[in-house]
């Protein structure tokens, strides 16, 4: 009896010895790595699609998306909220995290560009057909706001506007007095349009290179009234990831993530044939 027990206690931790073995085995042959990209919301669309396929290129990495509005991205980076990568939709923000000491000074590159268009619902209640009519009264028009750069954006081509002869003072005063809303991002505009809760928006043309296309109807900016929006995206000085970080990067300006900025709407910066 006392060779059973003794041969059945070996078998006992013999099996709890495999099972925790495996335990770690398992553990290790699965490890996940996150790196957190912090990103306009502009951005959204396409940067999910250049994510996904930054996964397939890296096994057990996964990417982490932020999307808002590019001054509150450079906020949460100046109170410590730890990231990766900051790619922006202009220079201002970016410089922000520059000064706050998150991005190196010199590494950020743009990556895209991007231009104002005005979106109208398709039934289009307010009888809006040309940029003159956003003036008229009565008429709801909603922007992002003064410092979102959306909203720096359609500010810029307001006063655009209000020095050229075709518009004037006119068109720029009837414009504001219509505003009623400023939001917090350019995302907020377009779906406030979408459903119907303004007479028209100005967003950017990649917002509406998607499924919202088919909601909308757009009405062109002149090119010498319009904003050129650029986009520029840097590593994190203090990432944790750092050269996962630049291989993002590397991505998004490649011919692969090139191709896939202009597939959304966007002006890209390069791409070789």
Not at 67 to 81: I, M, N, R
Not at 172 to 193: H, W
């Amino acid at each position: 009896m006392p060779r059973l027990w003794l041969v059945v206690l070996l078998s006992i931790l013999i099996i709890f010895s495999n099972t925790g073995c495996n335990r770690t085995r398992v553990e290790k042959n699965n490890p996940e790595t996150e790196l957190i990209v912090f990103a306009a919301a502009s951005l959204t669309e396409v940067f999910t699609e250049i994510a996904r396929q930054f996964e397939a290129d890296n096994p057990g990495v996964t990417v982490i998306l932020n999307f808002a509005g590019s001054q509150q991205l450079a906020h949460q980076l100046s109170q410590g909220a730890p990231a990766d990568v900051f790619a922006s939709a202009n220079d201002r923000q970016m410089s922000a995290a520059i000064q706050t000491g998150r991005v190196r000074e010199g590494s950020q590159q743009i990556f895209a560009k991007n231009k104002l268009v005005i979106i109208i619902p398709n039934d289009n209640p307010a009888n809006i057909h040309t940029l003159s009519d956003l003036a008229r009264a009565d008429q709801r028009l909603i922007l992002a706001a003064p410092e979102v750069p959306a909203g720096q954006y359609a500010q810029s081509f307001l006063q655009a506007a209000a020095a050229d002869p075709a518009f004037s003072l006119e068109f720029y005063a009837g414009v504001v007095d219509n505003i009623v809303s400023y939001e917090e991002n350019v995302r907020a505009v377009l779906s406030k349009v979408r459903l119907g809760e303004a007479d028209a928006g100005i967003v950017y043309a990649s917002d509406v290179w998607s499924d919202m296309i088919s909601q909308l109807d757009t009405i062109e900016i002149p090119d010498r009234l319009n904003q050129v929006a650029s986009y520029p995206i840097a590593p994190i000085k203090n990432s944790s990831q750092p050269e996962l970080a630049h291989a993002f990067i590397n991505l998004v300006l490649s011919n692969r993530g090139q191709q896939l900025i202009s597939s959304f709407g966007f002006t890209p910066i390069t791409i070789v044939e």
